[in-house]
Structure formats: C-alpha cells, structure tokens
C-alpha cells in the first residue's frame, strides 16, 4: 500500500509569526458569538402575538371596532409580525 505524502511546513524567519497570527485573527473574527435570551424572547414574542393578533380578529372582530374598521389590514399585521419573528430565526445563533 502507498504511503501518503507528508506535507512539509516552510520555516521563514518572521513571516510564520505574523502570518499565523494574521489567520488566527480572521478565524476569530468569523466566530459568530451565540445570540442571548432577549432575542431569542423577542423573535418567539413576535410569532406569538402576530399568530394571536390573527385568532382574535377572527374570534372577536365584531366585539373590537378598531379591528373591525381595519378590514383585511389585520392578515398584513399579523403576518407582517410572524414573519419578522421567522427572519429573525436565520441570524439566531
């Protein structure tokens, strides 16, 4: 069976140093920090009331007469807010 071949490292005089120091810099900059509680209620709170906001108007549209004058304008808030909560979703770490 082949033997694989050995990858040989180059040794310079001061250009590792600020080469491995200039990566290890790029690599911690590309690690996303995770997201904390606040967003995480935010994002959630957001789906939430628009899924409410759309349960109440049509349970109680009649009783609600600023919901009752808006009209179709309730299906735009609500899925306006749940839709913001599920955009919030791809930048939740």
Do not use: C, D, Q
């Not at 005089?13 to 904390?36: D, F, H, I, N, Y």
């Amino acid at each position: 069976m082949p033997k694989s071949k050995v990858r040989k490292k180059t040794t310079g005089s001061g250009s590792t140093s600020s080469v491995s120091t200039s990566e290890a810099a790029a690599l911690r900059a590309k690690v996303a920090t995770p997201s904390g509680p606040v967003y995480m209620s935010v994002m959630l709170g957001l789906m939430l009331v628009g899924l409410i906001w759309l349960v109440v108007y049509y349970l109680w549209r009649e009783h609600i007469p600023f919901m009752n004058s808006m009209g179709s304008w309730n299906f735009a808030i609500a899925f306006g807010l749940m839709v913001s909560g599920l955009l919030m979703t791809m930048r939740w770490r």
